[in-house]
């Protein structure tokens, strides 16, 4: 089962701001860095932010992330329409030895 | 470009074995590691381990140890994910995707498209 937990849900209008929080504890999010990933409806999940705050390359800068302690979150400003999807945060665990997922975040553009 | 192409959608009986495929290009890829993750129907990402295919060096999750067999043909630039008897719960869409680095932080980009499992009577 999932150990980083996130909210199941988030909705907002049209530009928006929207936050999703990532509860880890000290062998995840709390030694390692968080990489966010959104899957929209039928395709595979995409990398959205990496190393806590970074955007790769085609990222609109609506999308930040940020971490403290043993948790982060992700904000979407300026919500859109096209923002309707799933989010994960995910992490390293060196507890586990491997890779944890949060649990899912579906947003949803009212 | 960097890209996963996996094999396409399988249909199976329970007690049957599988084997599918993710192929590598755009990079070298004896250099990146290799990871799986499940995905149930209408349920969140699981990670199911990961295979370096330089040397095939593999670590499971605990959750799918001795569940999933992962290997690697660097001469083609294919990564496996192998079951030898299939279950009706392994029906799921399965993901490779390519670990990135930047010193001690890693993430997974670029993500296959996806390989439909089904295990059906």
């Known amino acids: 089962q999932s150990v980083l937990t996130q909210p199941p849900s988030a909705s907002g209008t049209p530009g928006q701001r929207v936050t999703i929080s990532c509860s880890g504890s000290?062998?995840?999010?709390?030694?390692?860095?968080v990489n966010w990933y959104h899957q929209l409806p039928g395709t595979a999940p995409k990398l959205l932010i990496y190393s806590n705050n970074q955007r790769p390359s085609g990222v609109p800068d609506r999308f930040s992330g940020s971490k403290s302690g043993t948790s982060a979150s992700l904000a979407i400003s300026g919500l859109q329409s096209e923002d309707e999807a799933d989010f994960y945060c995910a992490a390293w665990d060196d507890s586990l030895n491997g890779y944890v997922f949060g649990t899912g975040t579906k947003v949803t553009v009212l | 470009e960097v890209q996963l192409v996996q094999s396409g959608a399988e249909v199976k009986k329970p007690g049957e074995s599988l084997k599918i495929s993710c192929k590598g290009s755009?990079?070298?890829?004896?250099?990146?590691?290799i990871a799986w993750v499940r995905q149930m129907p209408g349920k969140g990402l699981e990670w199911m381990g990961i295979i370096y295919p330089g040397d095939s060096d593999t670590r499971y999750s605990p959750s799918f140890l001795g569940q999933v067999i992962m290997s690697a043909d660097k001469s083609i630039s294919t990564a496996y994910l192998q079951w030898n008897s299939l279950k009706a719960s392994d029906t799921a869409m399965y993901y490779c995707?390519?670990?990135?680095?930047?010193?001690?932080?890693?993430?997974?980009?670029?993500w296959g498209q996806g390989t439909l499992v089904t295990v059906s009577s």
């Open positions: 755009g990079y070298s890829f004896t250099s990146s590691w």
């Open positions: 995707a390519r670990r990135d680095s930047s010193g001690n932080q890693s993430w997974f980009d670029p």
């Open positions: 000290s062998s995840n999010i709390g030694s390692n860095t």
